[in-house]
């Protein structure tokens, strides 16, 4: 079952992630990204790519969303929406996403070239067999994770 509540909820999600991706900072790639979280509580976190001259430091939009939400104390997130040219999260932050996710956590991909076009989708289904704390043992505090 679906955590995509409505369409206006997904509405919402996809402005925040639209309104990140035009704070981008991206003067080297030219892609610009733009990420939001919808938190259990239906709060939304964004994030937008900041790159760097050493381009090794980098942020993905989707990290900086997944952290704003982290900041403002959110631990599960139930839908995420990315917008780019292609919107295809990093393997990166197919991990650190996963991290605060669970089973029913949807991905809203907004691809807008060459035409726009909208995908849902998983972080199960994009990342399969994906590094898990739990099957690796590893104790947390209460959060999602798979
Ligand atoms: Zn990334």
Known sequence: MTQIQSLSQASRLIA???????????????FPVGAAVMAE??????GCNIENASYGLALCAERNAAAAAV????????V???VARLAR???A???????????????ILV????????ETTSLLALLPK????????LRRARNGGL
């Open 71 to 78: 900041l403002g104390g959110k631990r599960l997130f139930k």
């Open 89 to 91: 999260p990093c393997g």
């Open 130 to 137: 994906a590094f898990n704390p739990r099957e690796a043992g």
């Open 93 to 107: 932050c197919r991990q650190v996403l996963l991290e605060f996710s669970d089973k029913t956590t949807r991905l």
């Open 111 to 118: 691809h807008q070239a060459p035409r726009r076009r909208i």
């Open 80 to 82: 995420v929406a990315v």
């Open 16 to 30: 925040a992630a639209e309104a990140a991706q035009r704070r981008a900072y991206c003067p080297y790639s030219r």
């Open 41 to 46: 509580d239906g709060t939304i976190h964004s």
